[in-house]
């Protein structure tokens, strides 16, 4: 029986010491992508998706499959194949991932494959050599010798002009990757819009079941930025008169969703001192 109670322990230490490992991982990973470094956040996520499959963080909300966060990196690197596939795995985790399901249609509205150079630019390469002073100009005439491999969402347009990016590199960026991108066709563009907007009721409903019940939720979206661009971005879908915008609007709020956990938890705890101090 001793040798019993030790066996069991020791499984409970190790499977401890794996689920801290995977959270340690993962928050490395988060932080990786945020900073415009999908290949370094996808090495961080690709670990936790190997050891844990069913992995979903409890400190960012929504709740989000590893998988999601895979999905992200290799949607953020352009390769939307790769990305897609990591978003239905992360759906066949956990039903109820609506940011798996808003990049999910996100990948049907992009086309299926781009042809880039082998050499192109990542979007990695372009972040880390503007944070050592690279000139912006001297990046897009780089840029326009190599060709680039990833596409400018309103994600990875933050990301680069928070890495000192300025109007034109931006705009030179954007005009390479738009020679490159073919449309999608009528029958991947109407199921991607399905996914939008199923991922967006999702959201809408999350985030106002979370400000009304969950101790949290007054800390969340008190300008009604979030919903307010939910709401748009429902209507844009459903009634399509520019698809860009509404991709936009959703890679936004896939974002914006991400910052504003972080600045929720951030809130939640100063009041919490606050109130200790008290």
């Known amino acids: ?52 499959p069913a992995f979903v963080s409890d400190s960012v909300s929504p709740p989000k499959s590893i998988w999601t966060y895979v999905g992200r990196a290799h949607y953020n690197s352009g390769r939307y ?22 990049y999910l249609g996100l990948t049907l509205l992009r086309p299926a494959a781009t042809t880039a ?36 969402t309103k994600e990875t347009e933050s990301q680069l002009r928070t890495a000192g990016a300025d109007n034109f590199l931006v705009s030179e960026l954007q005009s390479l990757r738009a020679g490159a991108k073919s449309k999608a066709n009528d029958a991947r563009r109407a199921q991607g819009a399905k996914e939008l907007g199923t991922a967006l009721s999702g959201l809408n409903e999350w985030l106002n079941d979370t400000i009304a019940y969950a101790p949290q939720g007054k800390f969340w979206d008190p300008s ?13 879908v459903a009634a399509p008169a520019d698809w860009d915008a509404a991709m936009g609007n959703a890679e936004w709020l896939g974002y914006r969703l991400e910052e504003e956990s972080d ?12 109130q200790l101090r008290r």
């Open 81 to 102: 194949d790769a990305a897609r596939s990591a978003f239905e795995k992360a759906l066949s985790h956990h039903r109820d991932d609506h940011v798996a399901r808003l």
């Open 224 to 236: 009604q930025e979030i919903r307010k661009q939910i709401q748009l971005t429902m209507k844009q």
């Open 1 to 52: 029986m001793k040798a019993l109670r030790s066996l069991v322990t020791s499984a409970l230490f190790i499977a401890a010491c794996a689920s801290l490992n995977s959270q340690t991982d993962f928050l490395a990973g988060r932080r990786a992508l945020l900073r415009g470094e999908p290949e370094n956040a996808l090495g961080y996520f690709d670990r936790v998706a190997q050891s844990d």
């Open 117 to 152: 150079p082998a050499n192109a630019f990542r979007l990695q390469e372009v972040t880390f050599a503007l944070r050592e002073g690279v000139e912006p100009k001297r990046v897009a005439a780089l840029a326009r010798e190599r060709g680039v491999s990833f596409d400018l």
């Open 263 to 274: 600045r929720a938890r951030r809130d939640e705890r100063a009041e919490r001192e606050r």
